[in-house]
């Protein structure tokens, strides 16, 4: 019975120590759970949330309350020597209730209030797809980099059985020292390959691990096809309208533009008069102790009061000039950022479309590739090919795959951007992304 539970203790433990496999997906929600700045985006988004009650305050009515206890002593020439006077004693209290009529600084405070709470919920979804975008283009930097460092050890240890044949031949007379040259060439430069290769892998795993808080070593995904459901993606990215103004980052830019026109309108107010009305409450109560006189006064009034400021030396007017020239800027600002997301969109789209293009060209070029590696090696055996030829097909060979993973990051990456730009970078379009990256093995071998 001990050893059992020794056993089951040491099968839990090694359980929990087991590596697990990261897809993208999991990176995504170990992102937003991890990454202080989307933390940092929530909590101002809250924060901007409250403008929306201050700018509603502004219209609201204000009420106050105003009381007061003093003791005085009087001197009194009349009193006996000795006299200390005599103390008078009050109490006082005023209810006061004010509530704007007309007041258009206090309107245009209201509105920029609602911009401003909008504008910060613009803004944590724009942080929010940066981490989205960063982390998923991380973790494909990830699978580019493991694939071209796999292809750079595969010729390396090809090249290095090559150069150990061609040694052997030069043993035997049949090859010389051109031939050993050419293929410890053919060998170091797959090493600097590798080399680079490992230095990208680990310098994009260290990303990964800054943005999610996971092991970088343990992402899980490889290139090997495009999403089953490419051409109704790119029919229903073609045919659904543009709505440019819902895009967070316009959304953000009109919100600032709106934000400066009621700095406009406020500015302007105060050139008109202002109206309120006023009511108001008083009670006093009030004792002198000499001669025992009490006496309570009540009072209460109601009205409308009015204030226009007149002149006020020009700086109000200057003030104006400025806050309309800042919102012209602005308004600018939103025409170009418009014009250059029309054209970032139909650039993505079309990089889309020549990603998956290039996939099948570059998927057909590996293969031929290695179809013609196995003739040269092949014809090297009969003594028709060269040394140099086998070096030449292994080097074409793994350019080949090289430019095959760079087209399927390239695609993917296309995906991402494009979402980015039109603000619709979700979890229904990565979860998909996700399942095209992580096939079963019946599914590598069959692309193969």
Known sequence: MQRFRLLSVLAISWFHAAPQAHTLMEAIEAARRYDPQLAAAQAERSASAE???????????????????????????????????????????????????????????????????????????????????????????????????????????????????????????????????????????????????????????????????????????????????????????????????????IQQSLLEAEIAQTRVQELRGQHLPRVELFAQVQHRDYQRSAIRDTRREHSSSVGVAMSWELYAGGSTESQVREAELKLLGQQEKNQALKLNVEAAIQKQLLAIELGKNQIQANAQRAHSSRRKLEAIQAGKDLGIRSNFDILQAEKDSADAKRKLSDAYHAYYNAHLQLAVTRGTLDDHLLAGLSDSLNVSAKQIEAAK
């Not at 979804?125 to 292809?151: F, G």
């Not at 150069?163 to 050993?180: P, T």
């Not at 680079?196 to 943005?211: G, P, V, W």
């Open 51 to 249: 403008q929306r009650i201050q700018g509603r305050a502004q219209l609201l009515p204000y009420v106050s309350v105003d009381s007061r206890y003093g003791v005085s002593v009087d001197g009194d020439r009349s009193s006996m020597p000795g006299s200390l006077g005599s103390e008078n004693n009050g109490l006082s209290g005023t209810l006061g209730l004010r509530q704007p009529l007309f007041d258009l600084p206090r309107m245009a405070r209201y509105r920029r209030g609602q911009a401003a709470s909008e504008e910060g919920i613009a803004a944590f979804e724009i942080v929010q797809q940066k981490l989205l975008y960063e982390t998923a283009s991380t973790y494909l930097d990830i699978l580019v980099a493991r694939q071209n460092l796999e292809t750079a050890e595969t010729s390396m240890t090809l090249l290095s059985k090559q150069l150990a044949r061609v040694r052997e031949e030069a043993n035997l007379g049949l090859a010389d020292m051109v031939d050993i040259d050419e293929s410890i060439s053919a060998r170091d430069e797959a090493l600097a390959e590798r080399i680079n290769a490992l230095h990208m892998l680990r310098d994009r795993q260290r990303d990964f691990t800054r943005l999610t808080g996971l092991n970088g070593e343990q992402v899980e995904g490889q290139f090997v096809a495009i999403p089953a459901n490419h051409e109704q993606l790119v029919g229903e990215l073609m045919a659904s309208p543009l709505m440019i103004d819902t895009i967070p980052t």
